[in-house]
């Protein structure tokens, strides 16, 4: 056996011993990595279950003047609760109105009895709401498109760009929604001025990566 046989074979031991090393140091990095990311879930889920979450309930006044001033128009709910399912916030909202913030003492553009359900955790990255459930019924909500094409929907205005846009991506960007016995009271200014009633029966969707699946039964004017 020759001397340089044996220096290759030495030199790759060598090689073998130190990648081992590197695996070894790769190893406990991830698995401090993985500590440190359990922790941080763990801490924010504590965060947000016991102080953050029950602050909503114990400031209505101050969450409806936030939503008021992010939607554009006038936010009052009749009352809040909150409580934790699983690993989702859960919420029961009571007597639900938005009114339009130039119109004093008008009708409600927006009025919902009760609306149930469990926010995303999308919503602390997305800064905006986005739900794991919704459900709620019995609502009635105004929709107005003007003269010149921009959208009013429960007094929320939307360009006549981007309103379908916004909306659509809005609604499939939940996970779940039920609706049942709504009523839409649509006013087209663009192409005519009379006002329309439609009846929603039942709107059930489901969100998944890359699938959605809705049912859909209403009563229209047209149909």
Same mark, same amino acid.
């Given at each position: 056996?020759?001397?340089?046989?044996?220096?290759?074979?030495?030199?790759?031991?060598?090689?073998?011993?130190?990648?081992?090393?590197?695996?070894?140091?790769?190893?406990?990095?991830?698995?401090?990595?993985?500590?440190?990311?359990?922790?941080?879930?763990?801490?924010?889920?504590?965060?947000?279950?016991?102080?953050?979450?029950?602050?909503?309930? $114990? +400031?209505? *006044?101050? #969450?409806?003047?936030?939503?008021?001033?992010?939607?554009?128009?006038?936010?009052? !709910?009749?009352?809040?609760?909150?409580?934790?399912?699983?690993?989702?916030?859960?919420?029961?909202?009571?007597?639900?109105?938005?009114?339009?913030?130039?119109?004093?003492?008008?009708?409600?553009?927006?009025?919902?009895?009760?609306?149930?359900?469990?926010?995303?955790?999308?919503?602390?990255?997305?800064?905006?709401?986005?739900?794991?459930?919704?459900?709620?019924?019995?609502?009635?909500?105004?929709?107005?498109?003007?003269?010149?094409?921009?959208?009013?929907?429960?007094?929320?205005?939307?360009? $006549? +760009?981007? *309103?379908? #846009?916004?909306?659509?991506?809005?609604?499939?960007?939940?996970?779940?929604?039920? !609706?049942?016995?709504?009523?839409?009271?649509?006013?087209?200014?663009?192409?005519?001025?009379?006002?329309?009633?439609?009846?929603?029966?039942?709107?059930?969707?489901?969100?998944?990566?890359?699938?959605?699946?809705?049912?859909?039964?209403?009563?229209?004017?047209?149909?």
């Amino acid at each position: 056996m020759s001397w340089l046989y044996i220096s290759t074979s030495l030199d790759k031991l060598r090689q073998l011993k130190i990648d081992a090393d590197k695996v070894a140091v790769w190893k406990k990095r991830a698995k401090w990595v993985g500590f440190i990311s359990a922790l941080l879930f763990i801490s924010i889920h504590l965060l947000v279950r016991f102080y953050f979450w029950p602050m909503v309930e $114990k +400031n209505k *006044a101050a #969450f409806e003047q936030l939503i008021s001033h992010s939607i554009g128009a006038d936010l009052r !709910i009749g009352e809040i609760q909150t409580d934790w399912h699983v690993l989702w916030p859960a919420f029961k909202i009571k007597n639900i109105a938005i009114y339009d913030s130039k119109e004093k003492n008008s009708t409600p553009l927006l009025s919902i009895p009760e609306i149930t359900g469990n926010l995303s955790w999308e919503t602390l990255w997305e800064l905006q709401p986005h739900f794991h459930n919704l459900k709620f019924e019995n609502a009635r909500i105004h929709i107005k498109r003007d003269a010149q094409g921009h959208w009013d929907i429960a007094g929320i205005k939307l360009d $006549k +760009n981007s *309103a379908g #846009f916004t909306a659509g991506n809005w609604i499939f960007d939940q996970d779940s929604m039920q !609706i049942n016995q709504a009523e839409v009271v649509w006013l087209d200014q663009y192409k005519q001025t009379s006002e329309h009633h439609i009846q929603i029966e039942s709107l059930h969707l489901k969100n998944k990566w890359f699938k959605h699946k809705i049912n859909l039964a209403f009563r229209s004017p047209w149909n």
